[in-house]
């Protein structure tokens, strides 16, 4: 479980000291037995603050002079006796449920109903973890968990996202697809969805530039229930043997990272599709959002995930590689797939829209991995195979601006948004191999586009053309799909590797489209296609 541990607000500073935050290592092997909502210094004086710790959450969401917390006293599974009271059931309701139960419900603020019995010798009935998530449109992606429909009965003002809890009864079974292996199909194709600037937010947000299908303007509406519904949709359409997110999952400054990311997650994690992502500028920004660090080791404990936080002596969290396999029982490479962390604004006192470069260390050990994963493909394969390498990462390097770039499928329908300073990571994509560098960033830039053959920094020429240069194009209803007086489409972009005979090709999937859109052979015979030579 994971919840913000950066803010303690709303309570006198004694009284936020005196309980420490919940997390699941608070207590060795947990077990809950009591919980409470407490919404003021007074009340929080009157628990025996033995045993009792605070889930880290204004229940008000910060909105208002006045905060509420969830307390839940824990105890330890392995120190328990008889006649110790454990909760077993939990409910949200005006009135009591049902009392025809051996042992009378329990009343607790917030509307809160607790079921406790005693101890009898294991804790698979037990409630052993409890969260708490916002919105109507809240969900838990995690086995086994439970969220509650009816929200907390709090004083909230009526445009806040409503608190809900969720809950754990007994230990959660450990993952069983075990991170499986990437495969290529037996046919040799493998397919991405590549999903990018979801802007999920706290609750159901609102859309302010929607159109309909012939381009008129639609009024404001819920944003985040559209994103997931065109999500739900594409991946229904498209079958991916991958999803990967490139970035801004979350908008900046919402109040909860948890319930937003979960809404992200939930329909690829109910299709039992493997994921991965990696972070944009506005995924950890503001007061109250969860650290990369925090998000990830969140994303890493769901099922289907295939993310990592990367070696932590390199900058950025969110720099690792996922390789694709031929079909089992094969352990033969076909594909490295490389996701780096783009970081975000510069940091400055004065207003600062420049972006930080994907720095030296960051490309030193895509080098280094990139070299020892060719290395040993080297020793194992006889050559006879075709190997197509991939790189996503969320803000587009300084050649996505490049006036000389041709493109070839989509629009620039905005400036591109990159670092001033150009690092060079795009001279060791060439040098590498790698055919093509998928971003997400500028919502309404939907192109591939291939720069002009050139001598790298250092002189040496390119090996050969490449890798393109790919927007993703915005897919979240919360974020801009507009530029200046003109609205576009919401769009994702598909990947299709064709190991067999070394092909890659990419699409859109568009808003109202029933069909592809866009479609592009980017590589062929395991090499990318000079364009510059048929404009020749």
């Not at 913000?4 to 037995?33: K, M, N």
């Not at 280094?368 to 194992?380: C, F, G, P, T, V």
């Not at 192109?447 to 050969?464: S, W």
């Not at 699409?507 to 015979?525: N, P, S």
Request: hydrophobic fraction near 35%; proline fraction near 6%.
């Amino acid at each position: 479980m994971h919840h913000i541990l950066d803010s303690i607000r709303g309570f006198p500073s004694e009284a936020a000291t005196e309980f420490p935050s919940y997390t699941t290592a608070a207590v060795p092997h947990p077990v809950i037995t009591d919980l409470t909502v407490c919404a003021s210094a007074p009340s929080i004086r009157g628990l025996d603050q033995r045993g009792w710790y605070r889930i880290e959450k204004d229940l008000h969401l910060y909105t208002s002079n006045q905060s509420a917390w969830l307390y839940v006293a824990l105890a330890n599974e392995k120190e328990l006796v008889a006649e110790d009271l454990l909760v077993i059931d939990i409910r949200v309701g005006e009135s009591p449920p049902d009392l025809s139960w051996a042992h009378p419900w329990e009343s607790r603020p917030g509307g809160i109903w607790v079921l406790r019995s005693k101890f009898s010798g294991n804790i698979d009935q037990a409630v052993t973890e409890v969260d708490v998530l916002f919105g109507v449109d809240a969900v838990d992606p995690r086995p086994e968990w439970t969220l509650m429909r009816s929200p907390l009965q709090l004083d909230t003002q009526l445009n806040v996202p409503v608190a809900r809890l969720s809950v754990l009864h007994g230990r959660a079974k450990p993952r069983t697809d075990d991170r499986a292996a990437l495969r290529v199909r037996e046919d040799g194709k493998f397919k991405i969805v590549q999903i990018s600037d979801t802007h999920m937010v706290t609750g159901v947000g609102v859309c302010k530039d929607a159109i309909d299908v012939r381009g008129n303007f639609l009024p404001e509406s819920e944003a985040d229930p559209l994103t997931v519904e065109f999500i739900e949709k594409i991946l229904d359409s498209e079958k991916p043997n991958l999803v990967i997110l490139t970035g801004d999952q979350l908008h900046h400054d919402i109040s909860d990272s948890q319930s937003a990311l979960f809404k992200v997650v939930a329909p690829i994690i109910e299709r039992s599709i493997p994921f991965a992502a990696v972070f944009g500028n506005h995924d950890s920004e503001g007061i109250h959002a969860l650290s990369r660090t925090a998000q990830m080791s969140m994303l890493r404990n769901l099922p289907f995930s295939l993310c990592e936080s990367g070696p932590e002596q390199i900058d950025g969290i969110g720099n690792y590689y996922l390789q694709v396999l031929a079909p089992t029982p094969s352990e033969l490479p076909l594909s490295t797939l490389y996701f780096l962390d783009s970081h975000g604004r510069v940091p400055s006192k004065i207003l600062n829209h420049d972006y930080e470069a994907i720095k030296q260390n960051q490309i030193d050990w895509f080098v280094s991995a990139s070299q020892a994963l060719r290395n040993a493909r080297e020793k194992d394969d006889d050559g006879s195979r075709f190997y197509l390498s991939l790189a996503f990462l969320h803000i587009p390097l300084p050649e996505f601006g490049d006036r000389h770039l041709s493109i070839r499928s989509g629009h620039r329908r905005e400036p591109t948004e990159s670092p001033s300073f150009n690092s060079h990571f795009y001279d060791a994509l060439a040098k590498e191999g790698i055919l093509a560098l998928g971003c997400g960033h500028d919502h309404v830039n939907d192109f591939c586009g291939l720069p002009p053959q050139r001598t790298q920094h250092n002189g040496d020429k390119c090996p050969q053309p490449g890798p393109w240069l790919c927007y993703g194009g915005g897919s979240g209803f919360g974020g801009y799909c507009s530029y200046g007086r003109e609205r576009f489409h919401r769009r994702m972009r598909v990947w299709e590797l064709d190991t067999s005979i070394g092909n890659l090709k990419t699409w859109k999937r568009v808003e109202y489209a029933i069909d592809t859109v866009d479609e592009l052979v980017l590589v062929e015979g395991g090499a990318v296609i000079d364009i510059h030579e048929e404009e020749g």
